[in-house]
């Protein structure tokens, strides 16, 4: 299956409930993203269904409406993507420009003996 | 004609592998761009040989026997087959454009993935730059060119190496972003994907992706010896202290060992002559496919300004 990434305006949503944390109803988000542009509510509740049907964030009832709350914190977020990026690329070394790819422990064993004996 | 160019075509595609024991004395830069100059001239002659074997096949069977008849004639006699390679030969340019299409989309796939971590990415200064760093117990840095371009490296880099160390990876990696190295990586992928089938063709391509590598290593290295042996430094220290075992760099040590070698050294020279005399054979192809394409389409030209009662 196919992994479900966020786009720029699901990263800003995200943004706002990982730097205040705890459970933000649609309201509070769209209260603090309106500081920064002008974004109506209805865009920001469908952003935060569309990150709750991703499974990147859970919900709850929270009076007449849900509250959200990420599944993972940034940390964890960031490095199950990267870790995704690295594992789950048929042949990643081909199509990464990566300071170096992982070397097999011959090839390691190998280059520390040439290294050695300069 | 088209035989002509449908051997230069593949001339093209092979050259960049027969002449990579010289390219390596090149700047790497010059050596990149040529063998990617080659690959595009490679595939877009190649297209075209498929479609001028195809036409007659296809006109015909679409009920446009004129047109048919005048490409069969421009064609010329040397070109085999009829319909037995006709259409072979139109199914092939159907299936290289889609090829192409798979060996780019192959190479954007990780990038794709890596444009969130580019997004939500804790940015942080280090070695004096922004970028993300990402809690991984691998040594991996990479360059992601989602969003302006951002580097991401991981926790066990930052401890694995020293300042200077990971200074000279940072600068590397900003290196294949200022380059817009993705996009000859996507070339590469696309050669690959095209010509596997054609001997030579692959060691071009791991030559195209080495150049790129020393490319970077050499715009982060610069002349400064001391910044080179750092340089260098760090990429033994990645590959020999890589954590993770399960997959080969490409090219496997021999690409690291390259890269090593090239480091040692000083800096190279701009290639100036030796660019002349190493990518001849490149350009001369270039010419003659260029020259054999003009001369198909001036003989269609007349071809098809003829009266129309002229038998053809």
Known sequence: ?118 | MIVVLAAISLMLAAMPGALRPMGRRLHPADWARGVATSFVAALVMWELTLLLIAAPVVLRAAGAHGLAAACARMAGRLVPGGRWVGWPAAAGAVILPWMVVTGVRRARSAQRILAEVALIGRRTTLAGRDVVVVDDERPVAVSVDAHGGVVVVSRALVEQLDPDQLAAVVRHELAHLEHRHHLLLQLAAAAEVSFGFLPGARSGVDGLRCAIERWADEDAAGSHECVRRSTRRALVEVAVGGLAVDAAAFGGLATVVERVAALDGPAPAPSGFRRLYTMAPIALFGLGAMFSAVLIVARMWFILSMPVHCPI
């Open chain 1, 1 to 118: 299956m196919p992994r479900k990434g966020v786009g720029p305006l699901e990263a800003e949503v995200l943004d706002v409930l990982w730097d205040l944390s705890g459970w933000l109803t649609p309201g509070e988000v769209h209260d603090v993203l309106a500081l920064r542009r002008d974004l109506a509510y209805t865009t920001v509740m469908t952003v935060l269904t569309n990150l709750w049907e991703k499974e990147i964030l859970e919900r709850r009832r929270d009076g007449r409406a849900y509250a959200y709350h990420p599944v993972q914190t940034r940390e964890e977020r960031t490095a199950s993507t990267m870790s995704a990026a690295l594992t789950s690329v048929e042949n990643r070394p081909v199509v990464l420009t990566e300071f170096v790819g992982q070397l097999s422990a011959e090839d390691r064993a190998q280059l520390r003996r040439m290294l050695s004996k300069q």
